[in-house]
């Protein structure tokens, strides 16, 4: 099955840098490549995804990065908020499969004022 | 209108006891969810039904039983509870692609 490691496990940042939030997967036929924020105390929530028919996808100050050939994905989130301080998760699925998505183990990032 | 509701948020029980979690989603998904969510944060899931048809059952204990009497409610009831039952379990539903809509979850304490 479909294993997906994310990294690193915690990130403090100062608010106005960029954090990076990476993962990897290991089947080649996953093609749907989602992100999740969890918010204390609620449930996680899509914030972007993306598909394996593209390598970069953007919406204001996150983006997320797709390499194929290394099984590999990323979470950028620039400009950083208080407000993004979060659980991060990754995961991959085969779209429109009945399957689940597999997630990664989350990213704690921390952005301090 | 919230799309995924569980109910209750919290529940504090004792060893041994047993309870239920309910959830029901307004979005007319056929696939719904349970996933347990640890101290550490780890998402693992539990169960999947497809229009009220189980599909996925992973390793969880018999004591675990989901029900879903339509395609809309996904119950799910624990008996025998455990201290290590203590977790946050979060009811999800799935659209097309693929994204999940999660509950709010429900945090159960086992004393």
């Known amino acids: 099955g479909e294993n997906v490691e994310q990294h690193p496990s915690t990130l403090s940042v100062q608010e106005g840098d960029s954090a990076v939030i990476k993962c990897t997967y290991s089947d080649s036929a996953s093609n749907y490549f989602p992100w999740y924020k969890q918010e204390l105390g609620k449930g996680p929530q899509l914030i972007i995804d993306?598909?394996?028919?593209?390598g970069e996808k953007k919406d204001q100050r996150i983006a997320v990065t797709l390499n194929k050939t290394a099984k590999h994905f990323s979470l950028h989130i620039t400009e950083t908020q208080p407000e993004d301080s979060a659980v991060y998760f990754c995961a991959a699925s085969i779209s429109g499969s009945a399957r689940q998505l597999t997630f990664g183990s989350g990213t704690q990032l921390t952005v301090l004022p | 209108d919230t799309a995924v509701s569980q109910t209750p948020k919290y529940l504090v029980t004792q060893m041994g006891n047993d309870k239920s979690i309910k959830c029901e989603q307004n979005?007319?998904?056929?696939?719904m969810y349970w996933y347990k969510q640890d101290s550490k944060k780890f998402l693992k899931i539990m169960f999947s039904y497809n229009n009220k048809e189980l599909i996925i059952n992973e390793t969880v204990p018999n004591r675990f039983s989901p029900k879903s009497p339509d395609k809309a409610h996904l119950n799910l009831h624990i008996n025998s509870l455990e201290l290590g039952d203590s977790a946050v379990y979060f009811c999800?539903?799935?659209?097309?692609?693929?994204?999940?809509?999660f509950g709010e979850g429900s945090r159960l304490t086992v004393l």
């Open positions: 999800a539903s799935r659209g097309d692609p693929g994204e999940l809509f």
């Open positions: 979005l007319g998904h056929d696939t």
């Open positions: 993306i598909r394996s028919n593209v």
